[in-house]
């Protein structure tokens, strides 16, 4: 899967050969006429010129026709004119890299071997399951621009941190210029799957209010995915002077919260409060979650440093706020990938992490004719259940997704080759594994199938932040993506980025309760989007309590969350 380098074309194919052959053609044939006449005349050599001349271009169209009609591969020369060959490469190169950068939702603006997985991943996956607006493609490029302009390193960037040391310090009459450049601070936590849903998030959050998005970059988030923004970072600089943000809570003075619920926001922050904190964690208060109604008029605009801290994916309640839901209409036409497109843009795995992902799917996955993901996460503790391996197995029997087996080989199958189906597994435990691996392998399917059954790891525990862990479980959810279909367990978040990373509507396995498997054990969700669990229950225009999952048609409550709230397409 090894890109040529280079762009160019050719020698023997610089540009689409003319049509002068044709036109001599015919030239030579309306010359042919009157030198005929003059042949009367005297002088025959003329029209014997012309004639021959006609001969050679007629003998020449037919390699022409091969040069226009084999100009994306190889010209038919001798083995040893290798220039042609080697710039036809170059150009099926340049075509493969145009269909690599995502109808223009990336850049070729980057060194192919500082991350592979840029240019490498297209091939892997089918075509795209969602293609990017030109409004989407347009204010990317537009908060790429802001991120060079205003990031680490810049002088903007460091006039900004100027200021918040000072107002730090309390000293007065510092104001801003009226081009400050503003920023947005992320810090996301709990497991790397809550951890990709919150960088998505601020990002589409960063590009609605124009703010340079950074993100603390924590224990092993750099180790993870390469830098989506060229020539810059979205990398917190380690020097920056706020310290221990993972520790800032609701409770701190410059908190969202405490300066709404004191009727305070706008005077505090017109009396230059070095900074505002937003506290989205999934069971923040009433207080925190009217973030999501401000509508970037009220006093939010006026603070340079946004400080936010969140665990989920809160994009479905900005497709709430009145302020944002044209702008949100442009970008995204269809609500139902959100997610998918910004996974995209934004979730580069570093080389080491590309290396993993690579080698297990050309290992276990590439050959088969079809592939299975099926992701388990069990919320009662990390011993294996029983009624969680039986809702799998009729999970996928009750929506076709496996083939039944039989206790005897049937007679008279045909020898030869037959569909191939492998299936992955992902999950703490290899119990779950196992059991479904010894079934396939110990009983023949009635369909004639032939099933595998892999699992890339089984750490037993979850060790949130620990470098190695995080990548072998990046590396596993970019794996679920790669497949055809995909089962995921309810709550997961995990599963969500499996499955919207791929662009696949997943089959969610509802949660279980009292050790029971539920009936019914699963169900096709309604898009593809993952699910905010701690949503607001606020009707930003109306200014009072209300259903959200019912305010609009494109965001609805999840099937594996009653109270949660996600995207989908309104024909839903």
Request: charged residues 25%; glycine residues 8%; proline residues 7%.
């Amino acid at each position: 899967m090894a890109l040529d380098g280079g762009a160019g074309i050719g020698n023997g194919i610089s540009k689409r050969p003319s049509q002068q052959c044709s036109v001599a053609v015919d030239k030579a044939a309306h010359r042919a006429d009157e030198e005929t006449e003059e042949e009367d005349e005297g002088k025959p050599w003329v029209a014997r010129k012309w004639i021959t001349s006609l001969a050679v271009c007629l003998a020449a169209l037919p390699l022409l026709m091969i040069m226009v009609s084999r100009r994306d591969g190889p010209l038919p020369f001798p083995s040893g004119w290798t220039t042609a060959t080697t710039t036809a490469k170059s150009y099926e190169h340049q075509e493969s890299n145009q269909d690599g950068l995502l109808g223009g939702l990336l850049l070729p603006e980057f060194d192919e071997q500082s991350c592979i997985s840029r240019y490498q991943s297209a091939p892997y996956r089918k075509n795209m399951t969602r293609s990017p607006s030109a409004h989407l493609v347009k204010r990317l490029r537009g908060q790429e621009a802001l991120q060079r302009r205003c990031g680490p390193g810049t002088e903007a960037y460091r006039r900004a941190v100027e200021r918040l040391n000072t107002l730090r310090k309390n000293v007065t009459g510092t104001t801003a210029d009226d081009d400050t450049c503003k920023y947005l601070v992320l810090v996301p936590y709990r497991g790397l799957g809550n951890r990709i849903l919150a960088m998505a998030s601020a990002f589409l959050y960063a590009m609605l209010t124009d703010r340079v998005l950074l993100i603390d970059r924590g224990t092993s988030i750099p180790d993870l995915f390469c830098e989506p923004f060229p020539g810059t970072s979205w990398f917190l600089a380690p020097d920056f002077p706020l310290r221990e943000l993972e520790n800032l809570t609701g409770e701190v003075p410059e908190s969202y919260r405490n300066l709404v619920r004191d009727g305070r926001a706008a005077s505090a922050v017109s009396s230059e409060l070095p900074y505002v904190f937003v506290d989205l964690d999934h069971a923040c208060t009433y207080h925190d979650k009217l973030f999501y109604c401000d509508d970037h008029r009220e006093f939010l605009h006026r603070a340079p440093w946004l400080l936010m801290r969140t665990d989920g994916y809160f994009v479905p309640a900005l497709f709430l706020n009145p302020a944002y839901q044209e702008e949100l209409g442009m970008l995204f036409p269809r609500k139902d990938a959100v997610f998918y497109l910004l996974a995209r843009y934004l979730f580069h795995p570093t080389n080491e992490s590309w290396g993993l992902i690579t080698r297990f799917y050309d290992s276990y996955l590439k050959n088969s004719d079809e592939r299975l993901g099926i992701q388990v996460r069990v919320f009662d503790g990390d011993t294996p259940f029983k009624h969680v391996l039986d809702q799998i197995l009729a999970c996928t029997s009750q929506e076709r997704l496996l083939p039944e087996v039989v206790a005897q080989e049937p007679p008279g199958r045909p020898a030869g080759a037959r569909s191939t189906k492998a299936v992955l597994m992902t999950g703490l435990s290899s119990w779950y594994f196992e059991n479904v691996r010894g079934r396939y392998w110990q009983s023949a399917t009635a369909s004639g199938e032939v099933v595998s059954v892999h699992q890339p790891s089984h750490e037993e525990h979850q060790l949130t932040g620990e470098a190695t862990h995080d990548m072998k479980a990046l590396a596993e959810m970019y794996l679920l993506s790669l497949t055809d279909a995909i089962v995921t367990s309810g709550w997961s978040t995990f599963g969500y980025v499996g499955h919207g990373l791929g662009g696949l509507t997943p089959w969610i396995m509802f949660r279980p309760e009292n050790l029971t498997t539920p009936d019914p054990p699963c169900r096709r969700a309604a898009s593809m989007e993952p699910c905010l669990h701690g949503p607001p229950f606020y009707d930003c225009r109306a200014r009072r309590g209300a259903d959200t999952g019912k305010l609009v048609p494109h965001v609805q409550h999840c099937e594996d969350m009653s109270w949660g709230l996600k995207l989908v397409h309104p024909e839903y």
